[in-house]
């Protein structure tokens, strides 16, 4: 089987191409992969036939295909994409001010089980390619064109840490300066706390911010909330996001989702002010999104602002997310991949 073009990191497809052709055609057929956000050869208008000829005899150039289009009120837009081999994922672009944000998904599914999550209701079906990852990508840039995408998170479907060779090859092409060349500072990868991928990217020097599915740091409450608890507790937990500070000096982003009648009381927001008061971060406050089935229900205004007001105790930066796409179920812990 063909390997997919945006499977090869660019320098080596570069390479590859040189042999064949003038050295020029390689930054030709990049410009249009990575800039232009072109993959069928056949559109490459300034390539000589030979050059077409031989990308489509090498390489294959499939990307997921959108399927269906969300637009919501507030401008989120999520798309359902198909995979090449049926599967469905979701990717929401969030349009604020001058930003314009992409959610990727990394897997089909997740394993993971957090309670809140409507994704883990899917169990997990299967890791995406790297192609897969960066096909999100391009196809969202396409979407936004003449607009450039600003910012990126892996906070769609899945785990990025259970898909943790895929994210690393993906966040390496993607900051690549013969690829999309994006910034690091731009780039999130959003876990519920898998300990050996944060290690991994902090050892591998692997450029990213990092932001950290919290919800509780009251360590029986978290495991009920969310079952990797269990296997990597909060302590451990706490020793790995200093790790990766030190190793990366990114700052990281605790997520909290506000639950009512589970994690809002003062014991709560004690013991959330004693986990991250001595780590560089900032806290971000998420009020909840049900989904059908859900046991919860979504807080209050009033409870919110209760919440937010008794956060001082919080010694770091503490911010509340806007909630954005909820009316096409595209907000935080939503994605299901069908509608
Ligand atoms: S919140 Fe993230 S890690 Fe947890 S089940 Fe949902 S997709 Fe998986």
């Excluded at 959610?103 to 994704?119: D, E, K, L, M």
């Excluded at 840039?141 to 899945?158: A, Q």
């Excluded at 690549?176 to 959003?190: A, C, D, H, M, N």
């Excluded at 009020?287 to 409870?303: D, F, K, L, M, T």
Aim: net charge positive.
């Amino acid at each position: 089987m063909l390997k997919n073009i945006y499977q090869v990191h660019p320098d080596i497809l570069s390479a590859e191409i040189a042999k064949e052709f003038k050295s020029y055609r390689a930054k030709q057929v990049l410009d249009w992969l990575y800039k232009k956000f072109i993959y069928d050869p056949l559109d490459m208008s300034n390539l000589p036939k030979e050059l077409k000829d031989w990308l489509i005899k090498h390489y294959n150039s499939n990307l997921p295909e959108i399927d269906l289009k969300l637009v919501s009120s507030d401008g989120t837009v999520k798309y359902r994409l198909k995979l090449n081999d049926g599967a469905l994922i979701e990717m929401v672009i969030i349009p604020e001010d001058n930003k314009r944000t992409l959610c990727v998904s990394s897997q089909v599914g997740c394993s993971r089980n957090c309670s809140f999550c409507a994704t883990a209701k899917m169990k997990l079906k299967r890791n995406l390619e790297v192609y897969e990852i960066l096909g999100q990508i391009i196809l969202a840039s396409r979407e936004l064109t003449p607009d450039r995408l600003t910012n990126i998170v892996f906070m769609g479907m899945g785990e990025p840490m259970d898909n943790l060779d895929n994210l690393i090859q993906s966040l390496i092409q993607l900051q690549s300066e013969t690829g999309l060349s994006f910034s690091p500072r731009r780039i999130t990868v959003s876990t519920c706390g898998v300990i050996p991928g944060i290690r991994k990217l902090a050892d591998l020097g692997i450029k990213t911010k990092l932001a950290v599915s919290l919800n509780s740091a009251i360590n029986v409450k978290r495991t009920n909330l969310m079952p990797v608890n269990a296997a990597y507790p909060l302590p451990d937990l706490k020793q790995s996001l200093l790790y990766f500070r030190r190793k990366t000096n990114f700052r990281i982003t605790f997520e909290y989702i506000l639950i009512p009648d589970v994690n809002m009381d003062a014991a709560d927001l004690k013991a959330l002010a004693a986990y991250v008061n001595d780590i560089s971060c900032k806290v971000n406050i998420i009020p909840y999104n049900p989904s059908p089935g859900s046991p919860w229900r979504a807080p209050s205004q009033e409870e919110i602002e209760q919440f937010m007001s008794k956060a001082m105790i919080v010694k770091q930066a503490v911010t509340l997310r806007k909630s954005r796409g909820k009316d096409i179920s595209g907000a935080c812990g939503q994605l299901v991949a069908k509608v």
